[in-house]
Nanobody, 128 residues
Framework: QVQLVESGGGLVQAGGSLRLSCVAS????????MGWFRQVPGKEREFVAS????????YYANSVKGRFAISKDNAKNTGYLQMNSLKPEDTALYYC?????????????????????WGQGTQVTVSS
């Protein structure tokens, strides 16, 4: 059984940076895509960034484009989310997720329901 474990969250001042990690562990890990989502209390989970594991196609939410960067290390079965120029509105619980099978259309990269396995989340708090 594959498990995802996020780390790297914390408290940072506005304008600062954090790098989140997502480590996949288990007997067999095979992923078509990895995504990062975030959620604040009382709101739905929202898409942040995703990439296609083998080819590296990358997608970002407009709210983080130019500030966040998603990447991966195949050898380590680890994904990353580098977050720069953080804003108070980036405060949320950040989740990583993976999708095992190929997407049917590119829009699926953005959809929460497209992902099979989820981590437990890591809290990011940005102070003003």
């Amino acid at each position: 059984q594959v498990q995802l474990v996020e780390s790297g969250g914390g408290l940072v001042q506005a304008g600062g940076s954090l790098r989140l990690s997502c480590v996949a562990s288990g007997r067999t890990f095979s992923s078509y895509a990895m995504g990062w989502f975030r959620q604040v209390p009382g709101k739905e989970r929202e898409f942040v960034a995703s990439l296609r594991w083998s080819a590296g196609d990358i997608y970002y939410a407009n709210s983080v484009k130019g500030r966040f960067a998603i990447s991966k290390d195949n050898a380590k079965n680890t994904g990353y989310l580098q977050m720069n120029s953080l804003k108070p509105e980036d405060t949320a619980l950040y989740y990583c997720a993976t999708r095992r099978g190929p997407v049917r259309y590119s829009g699926e990269y953005f959809q929460e329901k497209s992902y099979d396995i989820w981590g437990q989340g890591t809290q990011v708090t940005v102070s003003s």
